[in-house]
């Protein structure tokens, strides 16, 4: 299957454009930054600039490193084919995991040291995920929904607070089922693209798809149109 004929793939401008836009896989790594947001909005007070920092470190690492990974490190056929070499892939991802780090450390050396709690398991999951480590055994759908569900709330909410809360992980599990909905429609849709049958249930899929990552999105932007109340 050629993604960059997926719906978040824009249909204009140069292959080359059309394919840096669909690796960062906008919907789905909106998906993630609402989850940091969401976390966020938990803390009793609210820190602007942290929630800055928390959506800026999963954007760098979610939605550039671990997707240039993802692309490298990917058993099957490429689908996005060879527009980006392998060591462009490989810079790419080590300069963008490389500035995430730098700004969360800088967090967690000077406010929250309770974070590294989940900056050191997300990095070895980023990696083992996406490169599919240890035969693949971390490529799995419930690794996931914790890497990239429930851990991004938790980061938000630690990053404001340097503490967890009742609170936070049960919102934390609630993203994790939700990303564990999203993993498990995506990959019959992407097998039924890939194969060119079923066009009506493929359809049906990416309409769960997209009502998952608007919801999520909408559900962070009335969070924080709470707190700004």
């Known amino acids: ?4 004929t997926e719906w978040f793939v824009p249909s204009f401008g140069s292959v080359r454009f059309r394919v840096a836009v669909g690796l960062l896989f906008l919907p789905y790594t909106g998906m993630v930054l609402a989850f940091t947001v969401i976390g966020s909005m938990l803390a009793p007070a609210i820190q602007w600039d942290r929630v800055a920092a928390i959506v800026a470190i ?10 240039a990974l993802d692309a490298v490190g990917s058993r099957g056929p490429k689908p996005w084919g060879e527009v980006f070499t392998r060591a462009q892939l490989w810079t790419l991802a080590i300069a963008s995991l ?5 700004i969360g ?3 967690m050396v000077l406010y929250t040291p309770l974070l590294w709690l989940i900056a050191l398991p997300e990095g070895f999951l980023l990696l083992a995920y ?7 055994r971390f490529h799995r759908d419930s690794w996931f929904a914790l890497s990239w569900g429930a851990l991004p709330v938790l980061a938000g909410y630690v990053l404001q607070t340097n503490t967890v809360s009742i609170s936070a992980l049960l919102v934390a599990l609630a993203m994790a089922l939700l990303s564990l909905v999203e993993i498990v429609a995506s990959r019959p849709y992407k097998e039924l693209k890939r194969r060119g049958e079923n066009p009506e249930l493929a359809q ?8 998952l990552s608007l919801g999520v999105l909408a559900l962070a932007a009335g969070m924080v149109a709470l707190r700004l109340s």
Do not use: T
């Open 1 to 4: 299957m050629d993604r960059r």
């Open 58 to 67: 999963y954007f760098l690492a979610l939605g550039i490193g671990a997707h």
């Open 98 to 102: 490389v500035a995430a780090y730098a």
């Open 105 to 107: 450390i800088w967090y």
């Open 130 to 136: 996406n490169l599919e480590w240890f035969g693949g």
């Open 204 to 211: 049906r899929l990416e309409s769960v798809l997209k009502c």
